[in-house]
């Protein structure tokens, strides 16, 4: 299945240090390099704008989606090439989900969190074989891996879950993994999208 599209997950905070910024503004920039079409969250604000803005300014496809009540605080990226505006946040992430090739994932809140688990549980119960890259900037995923390997550990999960998600520490490298992940899929999975 080769990557087209991808999904990035990612804060709408602007509260957040600068390596956060700087890393989602160099994943917009090799987004667009690669020839990719970005798929986010449609919020004109924080990490999303800057990975947005980023990604148009080097050539791609902007397809946000955005929930009615966010949408309805003014905060929707009116300017991106199609904002879809959902009724709420669970049509959102279908929609995000039914148009993304691959997810790459961004330090962000519970919102961005809880975009991660709901993707890797799909995964786990193969509704998809999309392949997930955590971009672990300056750590920030650290404490959740710890808590992802204690999962192995005491049984909560199983060991091949490891195999659902790949982490990168640069830019650069989390968009290699999204297309390496892609193309050793097996074919029952390419073939169920």
């Not at 600068?18 to 969250?41: H, K, N, T, W």
């Amino acid at each position: 299945m080769p990557v087209e599209s991808i999904c990035v997950y990612c804060s709408s905070s602007s509260a957040v240090d600068a390596v956060f910024f700087d890393a989602a503004r160099e994943v917009g920039a090799e987004i667009g390099r690669r020839g990719r079409r970005l798929v986010y969250g449609g919020a004109d604000a924080g990490l999303m704008h800057v990975v947005a803005q980023s990604a148009r300014n080097h050539g791609a496809l902007i397809e946000g989606v955005i929930p009615k009540p966010i949408h309805a605080l003014g905060l929707g990226a009116e300017w991106v090439d199609e904002l879809v505006v959902t009724e709420c946040l669970r049509t959102r992430k279908a929609e995000m989900e039914r148009r993304a090739d691959a997810f790459l994932v961004l330090p962000g809140g519970f919102g961005t969190l809880e975009e991660l688990l709901e993707t890797l549980t799909q995964r786990q119960l193969r509704i998809h074989g999309k392949p997930v890259v955590l971009l672990n900037t300056a750590g920030f995923f650290n404490p959740l891996l710890d808590l992802f390997e204690n999962l192995y550990r005491s049984g909560f999960a199983r060991e091949e879950q490891r195999l659902s998600y790949a982490v990168a520490d640069t830019p650069a490298a989390a968009l290699d993994l999204t297309e390496a992940e892609a193309a050793q899929l097996p074919p029952k999975w390419r073939d169920r999208e």
